[in-house]
């Protein structure tokens, strides 16, 4: 089945500790995405990657870092220097610029204590 | 800038009841709209989309949604709503491009028997 998957769907860590996601999409898609959201304040973009090797920052890319060496893997790095990191952070991507929509992973709930 | 306001934060409705779920946008150049939905601890499913075209536009589960260019509206309504309808609602803007969708704040439809 094609798709996108997001690991682990869970995740607890301390405070002061990095964290990585994983996302990872089989759809040949150009574009990929992360975005964060909050109870109440819809979903803010963090990252995103129009192509290998290339990200942009998004609205709220503090604290967070993303790298894109395989056309189908986009990993978000949750760094300790992001001051609220507790949220649940959703993967998307989109087939490029000729495409208006974005095709959205399950999700990755963060907890840090 | 694009912005887009749900105006509802909270719609209570009984089963088989009609249903409208409000989105207003602002933007200065065309747009593309959105709305999706999202199930508990879940990503994000497209409901439907407008690109260009009729301003009616239909979707999944018996979703459409009005395109209404002079008061910059992009309601979402059902003529009968089901239990399995309850579930947070978004709508989203994109100018186009590499596609940044700008999304609400969400609205959270509750369906009571």
């Known amino acids: 089945d094609g798709g996108i998957t997001q690991s682990p769907k869970y995740l607890f860590r301390k405070e002061g500790q990095n964290v990585t996601l994983s996302c990872e999409q089989n759809l040949n898609h150009d574009a990929m995405y992360w975005y964060r959201q909050d109870p109440g304040q819809g979903l803010r973009l963090i990252y995103y990657s129009q192509i290998v090797n290339d990200f942009q920052k998004g609205d709220i890319a503090e604290g967070y870092s993303v790298s894109r060496e395989k056309k189908e893997s986009f990993p978000l790095t949750v760094t300790s220097a992001q001051k609220n990191p507790t949220a649940f952070y959703l993967c998307?991507?989109?087939?490029?610029?000729?495409?208006?929509?974005?095709?959205f992973g399950p999700g990755t709930r963060l907890t840090v204590t | 800038a694009q912005s887009v306001t749900q105006l509802d934060s909270q719609v209570p409705v009984f089963e088989e009841a009609p249903v409208e779920l409000r989105c207003n946008y602002s933007?200065?150049?065309?747009?593309?709209l959105f709305w999706y939905v999202q199930y508990p601890n879940q990503g994000l499913q497209l409901l439907l989309k407008?690109?260009?075209?009729?301003?009616l536009v239909k979707g999944i589960n018996g979703f459409e949604a009005e395109f209404n260019k002079s008061q910059t509206s992009f309601h979402l309504r059902k003529p009968s709503v089901h239990i399995s309808d309850t579930a947070e609602y978004f709508c989203?803007?994109?100018?186009?491009?590499?596609?940044?969708?700008?999304f609400g704040a969400g609205t959270r439809l509750a369906v009571h028997p």
């Open positions: 407008y690109l260009s075209g009729s301003t």
């Open positions: 989203a803007v994109s100018s186009g491009g590499y596609n940044k969708l700008i």
């Open positions: 998307a991507s989109s087939a490029g610029q000729a495409s208006h929509e974005q095709y």
């Open positions: 933007s200065s150049v065309s747009v593309y």
